[in-house]
């Protein structure tokens, strides 16, 4: 049996020392996200083979990384961005899932977490030593679960067109289009001679 | 001083250990990924903050995420998809850098990798036993690499907007545009009642 959610890294301690080594620091979105990641593995006990969607491309994503085996890289895990910070978890055979996010309703309760949620709080204010310990005793109680569908249109996987060379760089690329590459149409870098 | 490429995972069979751990099993994309990032640090010595831009959405991010501080979701590493085998390490601050990529001239000196790269090679044919030994072997001499200058437009982190409710959903969301999130104007689930 895999281990999935805070059981991954020995609990929640060890959670925050793997997200301090991966992620650089205890960024406060992430441990909000290991109680998300934990949440939603739970209700998907059973399940087998999970992939993972994440609404938001800040953060959200390496909690998920860190607690299944779901990695931007094997594909498993994807961001399609709404902005808001929810992720969804899915069976990879029936698209049947939970998606859990921050319910600003139940964010009331927690005002320290609030006021950092909704950016009012400077960093000097509230420091991660003061922050990070609030989050982790509220746990659950900010989040909101539901069963969902995974539409397959959406989480179907592209399968990349064969490699072939493209006829200006003359590196192999994988995309539909012409013979040359995306790269050579317009790069996001130049060289230095 | 921190520690970088294959150093970070103490040595090449660290890293296959931690790629396998990771990433699920040793993909020999990632195993490739492995030798592009060791040879970009290697000509990014001195500089002490690097971002990193993956060139295809597939593997290659996992090579960074595991032997640089930059993740999925801290935002160091970003994908920009040429669909090219090909990865740049650049300095934050100058952006001056080293891109990395196979080279597919170089691959004529290595059959069993040449195969599999394009694709004419079954897994059956080819285990991973038989082909990531090669990979090893082989190291820098199938990658070909140049200094290059990223464009600050193509690299500028976008600062989202400040979060605000969705009128639909009620949930926290921050994105340009009306006041329904991007996720009530179209999302990849819907909920099950």
Chains 1, 2 share one sequence.
């Not at 959670?15 to 441990?31: C, K, N, Q, S």
């Not at 746990?139 to 539409?151: D, Q």
């Not at 064969?162 to 006829?167: G, I, M, N, V």
Request: charged share 30%; proline share 5%; with cysteine.
């Amino acid at each position: 049996m895999q281990k999935l959610g805070f059981e991954r890294r020995g609990g929640v301690e060890g959670f925050l020392r793997a997200l301090e080594e991966f992620h650089g620091y205890r960024a406060p979105g992430v441990v909000i996200g290991g109680f998300m990641v934990d949440l939603a593995v739970r209700q998907m006990r059973g399940h087998e083979m999970l992939d993972a969607v994440v609404e938001t491309s800040k953060c959200l994503i390496d909690a998920v990384q860190l607690l299944t085996p779901c990695t931007a890289g094997n594909g498993w895990v994807r961001v399609i961005d709404s902005g808001r910070y929810a992720l969804t978890l899915y069976d990879k055979v029936t698209f049947e899932g939970v998606r859990v996010w921050v319910d600003p309703k139940k964010l009331a309760g927690f005002p320290e977490i609030e006021r950092w949620f909704f950016r009012r709080a400077s960093k000097k204010d509230l420091p991660l030593e003061v922050l990070n310990p609030k989050i982790v005793a509220a746990g659950e109680g900010i989040l909101s679960w539901r069963r969902v569908r995974v539409l397959t249109g959406a989480a179907g996987k592209r399968h990349a067109p064969e490699p072939r060379l493209c006829s200006d760089c003359g590196e192999s690329f994988r995309a539909e289009g012409p013979e040359r590459c995306p790269g050579c149409r317009g790069s996001y870098c130049e060289v230095v001679e």
